[in-house]
T-cell receptor, first 114, second 115 residues
């Protein structure tokens, strides 16, 4: 079955630390990949997306993600986190077709300590 | 741009009541809207996909007669939880997309509590 896995459920970092959040998707042919962020009390917002082309995708707020097809991974990275990055991060996959449906991972709660 | 408004944000009602949740795209036309349900500490689970002017497509295991979806215009979709029971208590989130291949934009969600 098509699925998305996020192995880090809760991450605590100090400001300026580097961040990497894992995301793995199951094999399903063509796949579009997304990272969404949900700040406390706010709605989900798109951080970045990968459809095709350069596997290193740059998003907003200094985030980037790398699509590694051989590992079925799409990990999110940021070289230096800030307190304002405290949020929940969701990886999602669209396995194509005409439906535009997203399958979400369980989310990773990131807490950045000042 | 791409703002999605979801109303109400919180509903508390008695068992047996029907509850309607609205999802509006405020500054764009949404060909497709999606309804999700999120349980505590779990992922967003897609309930149904709604296309303007046509019947919604429900995911496996979602009761069509329980969760009525109407997508009457390119800016409005509604989810009605009929005869709600405590097990329907959850966080319901809608999203809207301009079309296939376009990102989804999410509403703030509705916290539904059935007593």
């Amino acid at each position: 079955a098509q699925s998305v896995s996020q192995h880090n459920h809760h991450v605590i970092l100090s400001e300026a630390a580097s961040l990497e959040l894992g995301c793995n998707y199951s094999y399903g042919g063509t796949v579009n990949l997304f990272w969404y962020v949900q700040y406390p009390g706010q709605h989900l917002q798109l951080l970045l997306k990968y459809f095709s082309g350069d596997p290193l995708v740059k998003g907003i707020k200094g985030f980037e993600a790398e699509f590694i097809k051989s590992k079925f991974s799409f990990n999110l990275r940021k070289p230096s986190v800030q307190w304002s990055d405290t949020a929940e991060y969701f990886c999602a996959a669209d396995y194509g077709g005409a439906t535009n449906k997203l399958i979400f991972g369980t989310g990773t709660l990131l807490a950045v300590q000042p | 741009g791409a703002v999605v408004s979801q109303h109400p944000s919180r509903v508390i009602c008695k068992s047996g009541t029907s509850v309607k949740i609205e999802c509006r795209s405020l500054d764009f036309q949404a060909t497709t809207m999606f309804w999700y349900r999120q349980f505590p500490k779990q992922s967003l689970m897609l309930m149904a996909t709604s296309n303007e002017g046509s019947k919604a497509t429900y995911e496996q295991g979602v009761e069509k007669d329980k969760f009525l979806i109407n997508h009457a215009s390119l800016t409005l979709s509604t989810l009605t939880v009929t005869s709600a029971h405590p097990e329907d208590s959850s966080f319901y989130i809608c999203s809207a997309s301009r079309g296939v291949g376009q990102p989804q934009h999410f509403g703030d969600g509705t916290r539904l509590s059935i007593l």
